[in-house]
């Protein structure tokens, strides 16, 4: 099981707090990896540093073996990260068929079928005007349409979509995985059910790593 990107020793501030207390955080290619702890515990943090959305006060983001810490966030995506915020994850004042097309590069908006075909009939909607599920699905089309992805970051993945629904996206994600080799990682309070085999549970509370394992070794 290869690495595809790491933080090592890495540490966070936001002004006298530190997020991130010199965390170790392996994740492999081809792998579900799931971040869980309860809020504050610094799963958001950890991906925004994969990303290079926050800035390390100290150690390091490894990416393939290259040293990517200096590397800003867009170059990180251009190399092939992809990173769903459980916040401000779409452009508002788009319509829904713009936000797919900025998913795919070189597509016209509505030309970019939608993972999801709820959002079908809502295609010249603008993005803002969209209930908190649907608003979801759109946020979560752009990982799941990105075909180059090497990355995946996704936080909250399920957060305001009915169960069914959240199902559905729990194995478009873990196809991303097994089928398309991608290191996905999940945010979550909880572990999600139906992870494929293999997949890894890192357990963080208060910025550090308190348990590293396979689900049911947690359960």
Same mark, same amino acid.
């Given at each position: 099981?290869? +690495? ?7 540490? +966070?501030?936001? @002004? ?17 990896? &799931? *971040? /869980? !702890?309860?809020? !504050?515990? @610094? ?12 800035? /390390?006060?100290? @150690? #390091?983001?490894?990416?393939?073996? =290259? ?7 867009? %170059?990180?995506?251009?190399? !092939? *990260?992809?990173?769903? $915020?459980?916040? %401000? ?5 788009? =319509?829904?068929? %713009?936000? *797919? ?10 030309? +970019? =079928? ?32 990105? &075909? ?15 169960? $069914?629904?959240?199902?559905? =996206? ?24 139906? /992870?494929?085999? @293999?997949?890894?549970?890192? %357990?963080?509370? #208060? ?5 590293? !394992?396979?689900?049911?070794? /947690?359960?």
């Amino acid at each position: 099981m290869s +690495v595809e990107i790491a933080l090592r020793a890495a540490r +966070v501030r936001y @002004g006298p707090l530190e997020a991130l207390h010199g965390l170790d955080l392996p994740v492999p290619a081809g792998t579900v990896t &799931v *971040l /869980l !702890g309860r809020n !504050g515990s @610094g799963r958001t943090t950890a991906l925004r540093a994969l990303a290079g959305t926050v800035r /390390l006060s100290a @150690g #390091r983001v490894v990416w393939r073996g =290259t040293d990517v810490t200096r590397l800003p966030a867009h %170059e990180r995506a251009r190399r !092939g *990260l992809c990173l769903v $915020p459980d916040l %401000e994850a779409v452009y508002a004042n788009l =319509t829904v068929a %713009e936000n *797919l097309a900025l998913s795919t590069p070189g597509a016209a908006p509505g030309a +970019v =079928t939608p993972p999801y075909p709820e959002l079908l009939p809502l295609l010249s909607r603008t993005a803002g005007t969209l209930s908190g599920g649907e608003r979801r699905m759109l946020a979560l089309s752009r990982a799941l349409l990105a &075909v180059r992805a090497r990355v995946v970051l996704v936080d909250e993945p399920s957060l305001g979509l009915a169960p $069914p629904v959240a199902a559905r =996206t729990y194995r478009s994600l873990a196809a991303l995985a097994v089928e398309g080799g991608a290191a996905v990682v999940l945010a979550e309070q909880r572990v999600p059910d139906g /992870l494929p085999p @293999g997949s890894l549970v890192y %357990e963080l509370r #208060r910025g550090s790593l308190a348990f590293s !394992g396979e689900p049911a070794e /947690l359960t």
